[in-house]
């Protein structure tokens, strides 16, 4: 038998591109993020389920997934191919909602593990005589629980060995999760067959799954189910029309005439109806070369697909960092831009005002230290918390044109406003408490007899740190209570730590709004990794 030879250093390489597919992310809401998504996942799937699987093991029975759109006929093929019933047909739709998979009794062992499929929990029925109820095989999925996905495995031996048949659920269904199934189906399958009707042949559904088996090259068959008689010619002759335009007038096709047994998917059609289906699949599976070329085809149209599919995601990586950067840079912006206003409102004495300025122009007759204190912590608490909350209005503004924003992580901002003015006011008060260390430190050193008040001193220093020129006649108090030299030392060390604190309480709300957009994880490494993952593999080829 002719197989594929693979060397180790490719599996090496494949399983490194696998790894950077699958930590590739595109949380942000922008324009191509649903599609790059929706490829990461198709891609991985394919990798996952058929293309590692079919390279580690080439003498694997082929799989051939039967998919279509609601009503095509799929499940009565299926049965009519094998020559019984294993999967439910009905005209309730969708009907298959757990997916079914046949294969020779003697290759069971190929499917019975996690060899393809991973994600899915393998299930057995014993074998069920000729025309029993089924619909006790479609409640599978709440004997396993409903929130796991499920295969059934069935055998039967009038499927030549080397050939697996699954009934996949519809890829219109109504239901997301069937047609996520669907898709991840269609993805492990050595033969894509296709079965649209003569009523449907025209819809896009199916052709959405034509262009997509002809983007990835992959081996496909199509069935065109129930045709009438008296017009089997002329809608052969319309839909091979359709193929021909589309650039798949090569992809084989079988025509299956409307018959009583499958006016209401209720029975097996007959052996002719579906003879030359079976005649050809049974042809892929037992000539070398055929079977090489099926196989082979499709997984080199996988692989040669990521040329194309690799690039893309790499760019929509490098899209995601990009409005993460410009997300960034706004938070950024404009809590630099308050942070400069808050340094230069204080040099100008702008915490000494209000109640505060009042305050000190009453001090010490009818103020105590204490209270000057309290009134300056407050106004610098102010301060930054009117900062913060110009700077989150700045941002909120710039963040409204980008559509990246719109993330709900992003949107949905918690802590509030409330709880801000608490850090930031917590903040503050232990900048307080340092000074009045700072205070009592000094004081502790000076004669005790003629030592002034720790508390005016802390007062006394906290004005002229925050008072600006206005604050002059407490700075030049301060150096008669303790010294112009103790005062100067004082007031540049408490300096240092104003500025230390300041950066903190602004740092804090800045890291608070970042916060969100930092969970994302958006990095810049993912498009360097996709490319460089992509050119080793291309290389090892």
Not at 361 to 368: E, G, K
Not at 370 to 396: K, P
Not at 423 to 437: P, S
Request: hydrophobic share 45%; proline share 6%.
């Amino acid at each position: 038998m002719v197989t594929l030879e693979v060397r180790p250093q490719l599996f090496e390489a494949l399983s490194a591109l696998r790894d950077r597919v699958a930590a590739a992310r595109f949380p942000l809401p922008l324009v191509g993020a649903p599609r790059a998504r929706a490829n990461r996942d198709e891609l991985l799937a394919q990798l996952d389920d058929y293309v590692v699987p079919r390279l580690r093991e080439p003498e694997a029975p082929l799989l051939a997934v039967v998919g279509g759109s609601t009503g095509a006929g799929k499940s009565t093929l299926v049965n009519s191919l094998v020559g019984r019933k294993v999967s439910e047909a009905g005209v309730l739709r969708p009907t298959t909602r757990t997916p079914v998979l046949v294969c020779h009794p003697e290759d069971h062992h190929w499917f019975s593990g996690m060899r393809v499929l991973p994600r899915l929990t393998r299930v057995w029925l014993p074998h069920q005589d000729p025309g029993e109820d089924l619909h006790d095989v479609e409640d599978l999925q709440g004997a396993v629980g409903r929130e796991e996905r499920v295969l059934r495995i069935e055998t039967a031996d009038t499927l030549p060995r080397g050939l697996a048949l699954l009934d996949a659920p519809d890829i219109d269904s109504l239901v997301a999760d069937n047609r996520i199934l669907a898709a991840e189906l269609i993805s492990a399958a050595d033969i894509w067959v296709m079965v649209t009707t003569a009523a449907r042949y025209a819809d896009a559904v199916p052709w959405h799954l034509l262009r997509t088996a002809k983007e990835h090259r992959a081996t496909l068959i199509t069935v065109l189910d129930r045709v009438p008689h008296q017009v089997v010619s002329e809608v052969s002759r319309q839909y091979g029309a359709l193929l021909t335009k589309a650039g798949l007038g090569h992809v084989p096709r079988f025509t299956v005439p409307e018959l009583p047994e499958s006016a209401w998917g209720g029975g097996l059609l007959p052996a002719t109806a579906v003879a030359p289906l079976r005649a050809w699949l049974t042809y892929q599976v037992q000539d070398p070369a055929a079977r090489e070329a099926a196989m082979a085809r499709t997984a080199r149209g996988v692989l040669d697909s990521l040329r194309s599919r690799m690039p893309e995601l790499a760019g929509a990586a490098a899209a995601q960092y990009a409005a993460a950067l410009r997300l960034t840079a706004a938070v950024d912006t404009a809590y630099d831009s308050e942070y400069a206003r808050v340094r230069h409102s204080l040099e100008s004495g702008a915490v000494l005002a209000g109640d505060a300025l009042k305050r000190w122009r009453s001090y010490p007759l009818d103020c105590t230290s204490g209270e000057l204190l309290d009134s300056l912590t407050e106004s610098l608490a102010a301060l930054l918390l009117c900062a913060v909350t110009a700077a989150d209005e700045r941002i909120d503004d710039a963040w409204r044109r980008e559509p990246a924003a719109e993330a709900p992580e992003l949107t949905n901002r918690d802590p509030t406003l409330e709880s801000a003015e608490h850090r930031i006011g917590m903040t503050v008060r232990r900048w307080r408490r340092v000074l009045e260390e700072y205070a009592e430190e000094e004081v502790r050193d000076l004669d005790k007899s003629a030592a002034p008040d720790s508390d005016a001193v802390a007062a006394l220093l906290a004005t002229t740190l925050l008072g600006g020129d206005r604050a002059r006649p407490a700075g030049e108090e301060l150096a008669e209570r303790i010294g112009a030299h103790k005062a100067l030392r004082l007031r540049d060390r408490s300096a240092g730590v104003l500025s230390e604190y300041l950066d903190r309480a602004l740092r804090t709300e800045r890291e608070r709004r970042l916060a969100p957009l930092a969970a994302l994880d958006v990095q810049v490494e993912p498009q360097a990794e996709l490319i460089a993952a992509l050119s080793v593999l291309q290389k090892e080829r």
